[in-house]
Each structure stands twice: as structure tokens, then as C-alpha cells.
């Protein structure tokens, strides 16, 4: 990594860091999508994995909310779940005459809804309101849930037969669309030796306190942004707008997703300061779910992925400034970017 920025962008840079390592104890050689899937939540946002079983989806979920101290539900989606089964269901109490109110699985710090897929698209969207607001509504009452709060999604992109695709405005309020991988043959091996202590998330230690990660993510979002990166995020979103192999565009929602992401990812690669390679890195994981091709487009084998890239290549990319070899060490926010 570059030179770790100065002050509260140090911090968090430290914080990330060591959620990096920690995590990576339970996920062997996927760094990578490990620094994604951390960047999300520094974002404070959600996360769909669709994967092949036994990726370690659901372990990537208790890792980050082992590490930073959170708690963590999981539900397996299922034809016959109901939306009271997440959200919670009021119980007539015969001692008092009176309605309490039962809170579901949803009132937690990382909901972990495996297989999401496999439930009806009734008890799907009973996510829609807590994901967008962070708070649930049962009997005309609405109750917050705790923060920081994430949806981690998985599903299975092999086995469709029961299950119910998800809609395009449930997946807008997923941040990211990300993919684990098989691990490599390095880390095969180092899982066998592992010893057998049944969950595997259980040697790891919290590493900091509420108030800390609370501080973290308030860094995060102050991390710098170029008026001229703003302006080339803008460019690639309205591409996707009247691009000819698209029929659905990228949103608002997805647009204030793609630069919250970028500045936790900056803050993860050391800097204070937001820069291209940062959004071309994100683009796709962010974007793509968003969006949907053509059928005619779908016939020719063209992907969501593919018109992206092909996007962030006619898209004209902002050159620095205000850095050089003789003022490498001025301070990170001096550095500013100019459209090309």
C-alpha cells in the first residue's frame, strides 16, 4: 500500500486494515473481494454475494460483524417464510390485555438472508422499507433498527428451479453485487490443516467498540472528492441512461452508492482522496446489478458487465494535478483532478 494518510483518514485507514486481516483469517486468498465487501460496509451499505455453495458467504458476514463487535442474524429464505418472520409480529399478551411487539431477526446488526431468491417476492419485500430507511413499520408503528445495519444477500446463480428472481428495485438497494470464488489451491490446503473447531469465526476478536466504528464511518464519508470526479461520475451514469443495449439505466440511488463506495475504497488503499482507479475498481460490483440489457442485446451475449466496461472506456478520464515528482510530499488534499 501507498503512504497511509494523515490524522482521522490514518485512523480509518488502520481500522480498515485490521478488519482486512482479520477477516482474511477465516477467507484465505480472497483479498480482494474481501476489501470490496469491507468498502460496502464502511459505506454503510448492502450486499448481494451470488455464488456457488460453500464460498463462504455466510462466513464473510460473521467475520466483519465479529470483528467490529456487532451482532448477526441469519435467516434461510424459503417458499413458505413470511414477512412477520423478518420484520417482527405484534403478540397479544393475556396478562395485561395488552399488544407487544416481537421483534424478528431483522433487528440486528448484519442480517445474513441466505438463499433470498427462495422466498416469495411478498416476504422479499419486506427488506424494501429497512434497507432504504433502517427502520421496520408493523401496525402503523415504525421502529428503528440499529446502526450500522446490513442486509447480506446470498443466492445461488446455478439453481433456479423455486425460486423467485429478485425485482430491479430490490436490487437498486443493494450497494454491491459481488462473487467469492473457489479459494486457490494454497488455501485448500491451509483449510485442511485448520483444526476442527466448528465455526470457523471463532478464534477471531473484536477488534473495536461501537463508538470507534461509528468515528470510522465519519471519516469515510468526508474523504475528498474532485468537483471533476463528480462531473465523471455523472458521465458514466447518464451513458447508462440512453445507452442502445440497455433498457434500464443506472438510478440516483445508485449513483450516491457509487460515490460512497469510492471513498471507502480510497480509505481502504490508504489516501483521503478519491481518484479514477477508485470508481473504474467499483463500477461494475456497484452498477451492474442496477442495470438491465436488451433482449435483443441478451441474444448477442452481451452482459451488464460488458457494457460498462465498454462505457468506462469512451468516457473520458480526469488527469491529476498538483502532485509531482518534486512535491510528492504535499499534503493529500491538495491533490486535485482536471477533466481531460
Same mark, same amino acid.
Given at each position: 500500500?501507498?503512504?497511509?494518510?494523515?490524522?482521522?483518514?490514518?485512523?480509518?485507514?488502520?481500522?480498515?486494515?485490521?478488519?482486512?486481516?482479520?477477516?482474511?483469517?477465516?477467507?484465505?486468498?480472497?483479498?480482494?473481494?474481501?476489501?470490496?465487501?469491507?468498502?460496502?460496509?464502511?459505506?454503510?451499505?448492502?450486499?448481494?454475494?451470488?455464488?456457488?455453495?460453500?464460498?463462504?458467504?455466510?462466513?464473510?458476514?460473521?467475520?466483519?460483524?465479529?470483528?467490529?463487535?456487532?451482532?448477526?442474524?441469519?435467516?434461510?429464505?424459503?417458499?413458505?417464510?413470511?414477512?412477520?418472520?423478518?420484520?417482527?409480529?405484534?403478540?397479544?399478551?393475556?396478562?395485561?390485555?395488552?399488544?407487544?411487539? /416481537?421483534? $424478528?431477526?431483522?433487528?440486528?446488526?448484519? &442480517?445474513?438472508?441466505?438463499? +433470498?431468491? %427462495? !422466498?416469495?417476492?411478498?416476504?422479499? @419485500?419486506?427488506?424494501?422499507?429497512?434497507?432504504?430507511?433502517?427502520?421496520?413499520?408493523?401496525?402503523?408503528?415504525?421502529?428503528?433498527?440499529?446502526?450500522?445495519?446490513?442486509?447480506?444477500?446470498?443466492?445461488?446463480?446455478?439453481?433456479?428451479?423455486?425460486?423467485?428472481?429478485?425485482?430491479?428495485?430490490?436490487?437498486?438497494?443493494?450497494?454491491?453485487?459481488?462473487?467469492?470464488?473457489?479459494?486457490?489451491?494454497?488455501?485448500?490446503?491451509?483449510?485442511?490443516?485448520?483444526?476442527?473447531?466448528?465455526?470457523?469465526?471463532?478464534?477471531?476478536?473484536?477488534?473495536?467498540?461501537?463508538?470507534?466504528?461509528?468515528?470510522?464511518?465519519?471519516?469515510?464519508?468526508?474523504?475528498?472528492?474532485?468537483?471533476?470526479?463528480?462531473?465523471?461520475?455523472?458521465?458514466?451514469?447518464?451513458?447508462?441512461?440512453?445507452?442502445?443495449?440497455? /433498457?434500464? $439505466?443506472?438510478?440516483?440511488?445508485?449513483? &450516491?452508492?457509487?460515490?460512497? +463506495?469510492? %471513498? !471507502?475504497?480510497?480509505?481502504?488503499? @490508504?489516501?483521503?482522496?478519491?481518484?479514477?482507479?477508485?470508481?473504474?475498481?467499483?463500477?461494475?460490483?456497484?452498477?451492474?446489478?442496477?442495470?438491465?440489457?436488451?433482449?435483443?442485446?441478451?441474444?448477442?451475449?452481451?452482459?451488464?458487465?460488458?457494457?460498462?466496461?465498454?462505457?468506462?472506456?469512451?468516457?473520458?478520464?480526469?488527469?491529476?494535478?498538483?502532485?509531482?515528482?518534486?512535491?510528492?510530499?504535499?499534503?493529500?488534499?491538495?491533490?486535485?483532478?482536471?477533466?481531460?
Amino acid at each position: 500500500m501507498s503512504r497511509p494518510p494523515r490524522s482521522n483518514s490514518h485512523r480509518a485507514w488502520l481500522a480498515f486494515n485490521r478488519l482486512l486481516e482479520n477477516v482474511e483469517q477465516v477467507l484465505k486468498g480472497k483479498s480482494e473481494p474481501i476489501q470490496l465487501a469491507l468498502a460496502c460496509l464502511m459505506a454503510e451499505g448492502h450486499l448481494l454475494i451470488e455464488d456457488k455453495p460453500g464460498t463462504g458467504k455466510t462466513s464473510l458476514a460473521k467475520a466483519m460483524a465479529v470483528s467490529f463487535g456487532g451482532s448477526i442474524r441469519r435467516v434461510q429464505f424459503t417458499p413458505d417464510l413470511l414477512p412477520s418472520d423478518i420484520t417482527g409480529v405484534s403478540v397479544y399478551n393475556t396478562a395485561t390485555g395488552e399488544f407487544s411487539f /416481537r421483534q $424478528g431477526p431483522v433487528f440486528t446488526n448484519i &442480517l445474513v438472508a441466505d438463499e +433470498i431468491n %427462495r !422466498a416469495s417476492p411478498k416476504t422479499q @419485500a419486506a427488506l424494501l422499507e429497512v434497507m432504504e430507511e433502517r427502520q421496520v413499520t408493523v401496525d402503523g408503528s415504525s421502529m428503528v433498527v440499529p446502526r450500522p445495519f446490513m442486509v447480506v444477500a446470498t443466492q445461488n446463480p446455478l439453481d433456479f428451479q423455486g425460486t423467485y428472481p429478485l425485482p430491479e428495485v430490490q436490487l437498486d438497494r443493494f450497494a454491491m453485487k459481488l462473487s467469492l470464488g473457489y479459494a486457490d489451491r494454497d488455501a485448500e490446503l491451509e483449510v485442511m490443516v485448520r483444526p476442527d473447531s466448528g465455526d470457523v469465526t471463532a478464534s477471531l476478536k473484536q477488534l473495536f467498540d461501537f463508538e470507534h466504528l461509528s468515528n470510522v464511518l465519519m471519516w469515510v464519508r468526508r474523504t475528498t472528492v474532485s468537483p471533476a470526479l463528480r462531473e465523471y461520475i455523472a458521465d458514466i451514469i447518464m451513458r447508462t441512461r440512453d445507452h442502445r443495449d440497455l /433498457r434500464l $439505466g443506472v438510478s440516483t440511488r445508485g449513483t &450516491l452508492t457509487l460515490l460512497a +463506495i469510492a %471513498r !471507502a475504497l480510497a480509505v481502504s488503499n @490508504a489516501r483521503d482522496y478519491v481518484t479514477p482507479d477508485d470508481i473504474k475498481t467499483i463500477t461494475v460490483p456497484v452498477l451492474a446489478h442496477r442495470m438491465a440489457v436488451t433482449p435483443e442485446a441478451e441474444m448477442d451475449g452481451i452482459t451488464e458487465a460488458d457494457v460498462l466496461n465498454s462505457i468506462l472506456d469512451q468516457v473520458p478520464v480526469p488527469r491529476a494535478r498538483g502532485r509531482s515528482s518534486s512535491n510528492e510530499d504535499a499534503p493529500d488534499e491538495a491533490l486535485a483532478f482536471d477533466a481531460e
